[in-house]
């Protein structure tokens, strides 16, 4: 049974926590509790824990380091089974009861870790560019390496079962979002909210304030914690203004569009309750204040990554927020005033700042007088140059150094500490800004790199843009958001004396050694990138920091080098003898932290991941048993099984029952386009390759569009309703893109011709019906057309009433018998059918689907664009010059491309049929075909098989291939050997299998 | 995610609503079959992909389906200027 | 008419609600007709007015309303009539009469489309998880009317006199319309009336 002793670095008092409501979490087994207001992190360092991981490379152990977004060590596995989430940050986990979270590595724990002795041994063979050098050769041993490598290496687990959470997404619109709601995001969203205009503020923390949440400062003489949480309440109170907390701007995009994760429910439970547990915001902005703080930089010493070695600034956070002390003897090591404050924290805490090693030769001023009083011990000119001890630390190792930072200058002294906060300087958040394209730009006088200008409308305020004081960030807050605002700034900031030394631009800290012997200095904890490792790099001749980055891996982890790149950056800029500024810096992309797939995906999963488009007559596919076949976003009856069939021989009946009466099929989803104007013909004329000029009123055309190159792109057939009026069908994949196309040409190129065109695919339903018993059943259904072979001939349309339902008669075939298309608006689609059906029954009328309609259309050679061909074969290549008007005026689209050389020579692959030797063999569709099997590899290849079936009408297989100058090659034999050893023999012949003279749909 | 101004709908939609369709201002030559193959060959394929500025068709295809021009830097993604079909761009990068 | 079944007449209602938070209406079986011409030609414009009793809106994105027509600008060219159920025959040849010789197209899209009013107390929050267009009061006035996606099908929203929205949306997307809806609008509850 826990108990609140167990908390042996709780404060009795202070912090944001609520003491009275503790909560019970387990971390790595064992049971300990924290407070309503702690983060996982927080709650950690109250009951002691120090060893939170294990590092990626060299297995060391690590501790939690900082309190934020920045932590690089304290990854998490969160929770158990179905509901776990790898590697979130202790830091940014907030403390729920019954959490349960275990270390990402560390086997078999993280205390106890066997991979450190290997690490240990294994680190000096694992130098940077350790996978590029050793797994180059030999080749074969990669599996093995990989194998190693990934066991290893890595973090956290995803779970395998299906996530529990559902996630989602809201669009949202405003005029001025605020990104970060510390004291300049807040006094930024007052001011904009108070304009009147239409404000998102978003902050990652569960409560608004930043750094006032820690602060012991007051503004406007209010304590700074109590202004935020005014500032928060009024902007609560705004109808325009919407206040996002738990809720991180992860990327900023193009024109002002930012991505922002919120955690809805993770404070509460594993899982939400109701509603989605994130939501991605999806936010268009007018103008965009940043507003993202800084974070803080930690200097590189030797075994800086024991634990025990934390961010100054979050041992103050830790102390003025939660109300835990992460150790009791400190040693404050700081290049700038800011450890002041810490030790001074740290001793009103009770606890002992055994001293604050300066790296600066004469640091003076209000801190400085302050920690003299409070009787702290400054060792000025001074570096910590080495952290000691095993699993955490127990001394720092401290040495006077030169004012240049470089050199060790007397004898190195041992400080007994179990913690040593580290204050680098500030590095401000540049990352949402270089999501833009935006260069971070060196600025000297704070020594880092602030947001560079941008094409975006963008507004820096505060820290992220290198101004440090509260009220400094508050003005310019203020001032940003009214700018944004197109408004007067309505308040002014009074935060005291805020005033501070120069601070010293320091980050790799000297040895007594050189840094290739010293005990590992580390950059980037999380890829275990050392100064050495850097120095090995650059000497290698990576000398752009793009290059050194990926050869050394720094800045690859999860938190993207927030805390490391500087460094890394420094220490590059040293080796090669120039600064900083000259050496650059990388950029940073999306996402600030990491987003999970679940968000991204959001509901767009599952049946909502894409439209499925339906017909009028859908429900009865359904009832009657249909399965179905994907074609674009529709889905199409693919066969109707019955009871005990096989698909083959569902396929069998099916085709059987077309070509010896009747069957029916949905053919509704083809593309339809109404075309209406005096110009309807000559545009015809210009799209398709034939003639339109004398196409009578009541009259069909099969029709060809090719692309300019020459090359099919869409085929259907356009009746004549009228003069002046056409209708066009697509397919049924290419309906969208041919409106489009044909749009396309009249808008840009030919607006004087006078032509309309409106999609109409959803408005006709259509029932297609086919077989030599097909007038029959119409003319149960239709009195008033004569449907007689003379008077409705084969490629004629008539209006008529079938049903009682006034409908549209089209007498076209895709399956070479007989057949009618009767076209209803769609309202009435799923009554034709039914009536259709009815009427049909005693010939035994059968519905089939898309799959026969694929075997009878290739017993008849009728191609099918984006199956048999691919972009790459023109009319002639599909063996359809009788397409090709040669007499037109207008040079057609695609036409000029026939006489290029590569359009017009005859080798090039022609589409071909092909009949198999073995009357029962069936090719595989997209088998290779080849001359000659017996040839060494690699063989000459002739072209491939785009369509194959089982043909039951014939009694063999049939297949559509495109063959090299398959036109010249009738009846040769050409081969298709199998990736299973079979070499298929078939015969080059006719595309056209089944009733070649074309006597059956004339009928 | 790109916020284009469509001239048709005279405002500012979101990227989703449009589809893109290659440069603008390529004139279908008048006369195809008096052309050489290098001449149309050029027509068909070659395109100035420039670094930089760019004259560009896009299509409001799930709004008012026009097509219509923008001036567009690859580099940046800054839209400087959207017109309509058969207005030429005020924005060209040519000192004037 | 039992042989008539509107784009939505398949969907799988959701167990009723008292106090749904989005109520779905469809204005079932109403004429459709798409109207194409040149604005800049008075002797068209004058014409359509003539035959529908009010005239056409000309500026983008706006509508106009007499009696039971209403008409939706698309785009400079093209317009989308809403005419009493029944009525867009005799509507189409009225026009095709008042028009002759003019370059216009008529198109009846009565049964490819339909009309769904969309309302209810969570409704903006519903239209911000399913338009990417800004669907909020300062945007999207009265009687506005935008062609924009909803969810990842097309729409064209229209913004009715009692703040709710009309939607047309295609028949072959009212099955996927309506699942999304029906997702979307899970923690709210929904309502079909």
Partial sequence: MSTKQDQCHRLEQGGRIDRSQPLTFTWNGKQYQGYKGDTLASAMLANGIKIVGRSFKYSRPRGIFGHGAEEANALMQLGVGKETIPNPRATQIELFDGLTATATNGWPSADFDLMEWVGKIGGKMMPPGFYYKTFMWPEKMWMTYEKFIRKAAGYGKASLEADPDIYDKLNRHCDVMVVGAGPAGLAAALEAGRAGKRVIIADEQDEFGGSLLASKQTINGQAAAAWAESAAAELAAMDNVLCLSRTTVFGYYDHNFLGALERRTDHEGMTAKSGSRQRIHRIRAHEVVLAAGALERPLVFANNDLPGVMLSGSVATYINRYGVVPGNRCVVMTTNDSGYQTALDITAAGRTVVAIVDTRQQPEGRLIEAARAAGIVIKAGHAVIEAQGSKQVTDALVAPIDAAGEQITGKPVSLSCDLIAVAGGWSPVVHLSCHTGSRPQWNDTIAAFVPGPSVQRQHLAGAVNGEYTTVGALQAGAQMGALAAGSEATTSYDCGDESVGLAQALYLVPHTKPVSRAPKQFVDFQNDVTAAGIELANREGFESIEHVKRYTAMGFGTDQGKTGNINGMAITAKNLGKTIAETGTTIFRPAYTPVTFGAMGGRDIGELLDPARHTAMHPWHVENGALFENVGQWKRPWYYPKAGETMQQALNRECMAVRNSVGILDASTLGKIDIQGRDAREFLNRVYTNAWSKLAPGKCRYGLMLKEDGMVFDDGVTACLDDNHFLMTTTSGGAAAVLSWLEMWHQTEWPELEVYFTSVTDQWATCSFSGPNARKVLAKLCDDVDLSAEAFKFMDWRAGTVAGVKARIFRISFTGELAYEVNVPANQGLYMWQQIVAAGAEFGITPYGTETMHVLRAEKGYIIVGQDTDGSLTPQDCGMHWIVGKNKDFSFLGKRSFTRPDTSREDRKHLVGLKPKDPTVVLPEGAQIVPDPKQPIPMDMLGHVTSSYWSECLGHGIALATVKSGHHKMGDTVYCPLADGRVLAAEICSPVFYDPKGERHND | MLHIYCPYCEEMREEEEFSYAGEAHIARPLDPESLTDAQWGDYVFFRTNPRGLHHEMWNHAAGCRRYFNVTRDTQTYVIHETYKMGEQPSVTGEKP | ?193
Avoid at chain 3, 111 to 125: F, M, P, R, W
Wanted: with cysteine.
């Fill in chain 3, 1 to 193: 008419m039992t042989s008539m079944q509107t784009p939505l007449h398949n969907i799988t209602l959701p167990a009723s609600v008292s106090d749904a938070g989005v109520v779905m209406r469809e204005d079932k079986f109403r004429g459709h007709l798409n109207l194409r011409g040149n604005p800049q030609d008075a002797a068209f414009t004058d014409a359509v007015a003539q035959v529908l009793g009010v005239a056409l809106p000309l500026a983008p994105n706006t509508s106009a309303e007499q009696g039971s027509t209403r008409i939706y600008w698309l785009c400079p060219n093209e317009w989308l009539l809403l005419v009493a159920e029944g009525t867009q025959g005799q509507v189409e040849a009225d026009l095709r009469a008042a028009l002759a010789h003019q370059h216009i197209a008529v198109t009846d899209l009565s049964s490819g489309q339909t009309l769904v009013n969309l309302s209810g107390a969570k409704l903006d929050e519903l239209m911000m998880k399913s338009a990417v267009y800004d669907c909020h009061a300062s945007n999207f006035p009265v009687g506005k009317v935008v062609q924009t996606t909803f969810a990842k099908a097309g729409a064209t929203i229209y913004k009715c006199e009692d703040g709710s929205f009309d939607l047309v949306i295609r028949r072959s997307f009212s099955d996927y319309f309506f699942l999304w809806l029906k997702d979307a609008s899970k923690e709210y509850g929904l309502s079909v009336i």
